[in-house]
């Protein structure tokens, strides 16, 4: 049975019968123009800062967003349950007003604004084009999804491979297809293929049903078309459509949860390259990372927006393995034409980018001396005072330098010897895995800091791809983490509580030991408490238990201690 | 249509990521941006642009036909009427998107993964508008989108007709993806053919 997927904040069906109500009473609906105001005075200001005055997607914060913010005078909308080309339904734009776009600046206002002025601002976006006065749009039918199977998966995973989504979106998903380095949207914006293993960056949602709708009805403005038309020729079904989604959503390794300490885990041995088996096994941490904004050049528009961290250590030697997804090993000649659309489109508030590529690149820093306690060097490569330890690594030449730092791009190489730090880093299927080990205590531990194990040391990050021409200040930065290096279990860890216990049981006899054997001591504790309370308020029942309790053995009497507040509450 | 002086160099296409289609060109895959032949040039769009009656004229059931092959588009320029259809075929044996980008009326992108015929119309006129595929760049063609059928395209040798005017004068363009546009006057009378001629040249 075909039924219609909506949104979820209501179901499809009553919007539908609403829809037809209001046709049915109004056949031409027109906005009051209380209802422009209303919407015109949310959108100025909310919205102007980077719509833009007339909705051209021209505001004042466009030129350091990629992608732009969505030019309204065209009616192009990428989030639809209506065919590829058609307008988009209230409630669609209403979806990416309240929930935002995921991967982009576009937040969600379904917090921020009263659904009246949400209302308002989606009836004044809509005056921007002419193509809304026509009569309203569509959904598209949307067949129920199949049960989510192992089977089905691997038959999404094959329907992939047959309908060529690789050629954008690559073998494993990582956006690093052939097509990739060509691709600008409708407006000339450079646009790359979306990263199917990051679905926090999905501009339609991450749920199986949003990636099938984007799939099914296309994202317009961009290059992903619609399937809609290989379902009717009867290519594939609608269900291995279904397939497909449900294959794309298993590629995600989950929503990342950032933690501050990255746990180092200890092994018998430190693996020696960064494609072992023991990595896979190894607990992962996702750091994201975010644009240099703070130095000259700055860098609004970072290719490397978040890395996963895995950690291990041998009580000899730290290995880091780092992994992130990047569509090219920089610098590629298929990426030229890439690189010269992004110079024309980024900002060069900070000069101009100049479109040659260099290679990417990965920084590495710990405080110089982590004796300073918890005082960290200054996050973007510590500064005079407080220089930073750092690892730089290049991908052409394949090349690791060891050195200390004292800002961006300040560094001098040798902190100790170099060829105390060993890397080794693999490009495959858009992706980059570094491995860096060094011994935990430096040859000349004088230049270069000491890991100790048990305690947390501060690290951080920085990316840059070449093919976006990234360097060591235009790129991505993360803030400061630790990473804490798992010390081995000492044998105390599993005496203590046993003598803890053992004291305190001892302690405890002897004090009754001694209870027992004063005089008078029996009736000791009833009468107290009710000389506390005053003798009106002690029930008679608590008078009778006390008087019990006075003919029996005093370990009995220390029962009474624990309803001492409770018993003035019971009825007099 | 002719063309004076030296046409400029087509530029080659790489096309290694797509081996079967690399397979069709013997002397490897040219982008022709520039088609001349004897003198003669071809992809320019002709159509009346004022003194035609007012319409509505009657719509071709008869569909507007574009061909993806050995991942170019064939024909490279052609005209199709409002309502006409559009009929989009991939003869290429693997996956091609074809992205209208209209900016009278609404576009579309759809999915070809193999050989399948797709059809689409067009709601306003529109010249020209560009379509292209996202998985190679390279693939440009241009619909002249008309609500009138007096419109034609140049043929390899040139050459073009537009037939049924009725009698009187008529303003005719031509146009071309990069060497722009061109502006005549015609009488026809009735019954009589006349011979415009557009001249296109690396000076001109």
Known sequence: ?572 | MTFDGTPPANPAIDMTEEPECVAKYADGPVDPVVVVNDGMLANVFIRVTAGLPAGPYPIPSQPATIDQNGCLYTPRVLGVMVGQPFEITNSDPLLHNIKAVPSESRGFNISQPRAMTTTRTFKTPEVMVPLECNVHGWMNAYVGVTDHPYFATSAEDGSFAITGLPAGTYTIEAWHETLGKRMMEAEVVEGGTVSVTFVYGSTT
């Open chain 1, 1 to 572: 049975m075909s039924r219609v997927v909506g949104w979820k904040e209501g179901t499809m069906e009553t919007g539908l019968i609403a829809l037809v109500m209001v046709l049915a009473i109004i056949p031409s609906f027109h906005l009051s123009a209380q209802d422009i105001e209303r919407g015109k005075a949310v959108y100025e200001k909310w919205c102007t800062g980077c719509h833009g005055d007339t909705g051209a997607g021209d505001g004042d914060a466009a030129a350091y967003m990629l992608p732009r913010p969505r030019d309204f005078r065209r009616a192009v909308y990428q989030i639809r349950t209506t065919a590829s080309g058609e307008l988009p339904t209230d409630d669609d734009i209403r979806h990416v007003v309240d929930q935002g776009m995921p991967g982009t600046a576009m937040t969600g206002w379904k917090s921020r604004l009263t659904s009246g002025d949400r209302d308002a601002v989606i009836a004044y976006i809509k005056s921007f084009s002419r193509f809304f006065d026509g009569a309203p749009p569509q959904s598209v039918d949307f067949p129920s999804a199949p049960r989510i199977s192992d089977d089905g998966i691997a038959e999404g995973a094959r329907i992939y491979g047959e309908l060529e989504c690789f050629k954008c979106h690559g073998d494993r998903g990582r956006g690093d297809g052939t097509s990739a380095p060509t691709m600008s949207d409708d407006w000339d914006f450079p646009i790359r293929p979306t990263d199917l293993t990051r679905p926090w960056t999905f501009n339609g949602g991450a749920e199986v049903e949003d990636i099938y709708r984007a799939i099914r009805t296309g994202l317009d403005g961009t290059p992903m078309p619609s399937f809609s038309d290989v379902i009717d020729a009867e290519i594939i079904t609608d269900e291995q459509l279904w397939r497909v989604a449900q294959y794309v959503h298993s590629l995600a390794p989950g929503r990342p949860r950032v933690r501050e300490v990255i746990r180092a885990g200890r092994t018998a041995r430190v693996p020696d390259d960064p494609t072992d088996s023991a990595w896979v096994e190894a607990e992962a941490f996702y750091v994201p990372l975010v644009g240099q904004i703070i130095v000259s050049p700055r860098w609004f528009t970072p290719a490397v927006d978040g890395i996963w961290v895995r950690a291990l250590h041998d009580g000899e030697r730290l290995a880091l393995h780092i992994a992130w997804s990047d569509p090219s090993a920089s610098p590629d000649p298929l990426w030229q034409e890439w690189i010269e659309l992004l110079a024309t489109t980024v900002t060069d508030a900070d000069g101009a980018l100049e479109p040659v590529q260099g290679p990417d690149r990965f920084t590495i820093q710990f405080p110089a001396r982590l004796s300073d306690g918890m005082a960290r060097p200054y996050f973007l490569g510590g500064d005079r005072r407080r220089p930073a330890y750092t690892w730089r690594w290049r991908s052409s030449p394949d090349q690791l330098e060891v050195g200390t730092s004292t800002g961006l791009g300040q560094f001098v190489a040798g902190a100790g010897a170099a060829s105390d730090v060993a890397h080794q880093a693999v490009f495959a299927d858009g992706q980059w895995q570094l491995q860096v080990t060094r011994t935990l205590i430096p040859r000349d531990t004088s230049a270069a800091p000491t890991f100790a194990e048990g305690v947390a040391i501060p690290i951080a990050f920085r990316a840059a791809d070449g093919s976006s021409g990234e360097t060591h200040v235009r790129g991505s930065v993360s803030a400061w983490y630790a990473i804490y290096l798992d010390a081995p279990i000492s044998a105390t860890v599993f005496v203590m509580p046993v003598v803890a216990t053992l004291v305190t049981a001892g302690f405890g006899l002897l004090v009754v030991w001694r209870a027992q054997r004063r005089e008078g001591t029996r009736r000791f504790l009833p009468e107290a408490t009710c000389d506390i309370f005053s003798s009106s308020r002690c029930s008679d029942s608590w008078h009778a238990a006390a008087a019990k309790l006075a003919h029996r053995p005093a370990t009995r009497m220390l029962v009474p201690l624990s309803s001492r507040s409770a018993a003035p509450r019971s009825p007099a």
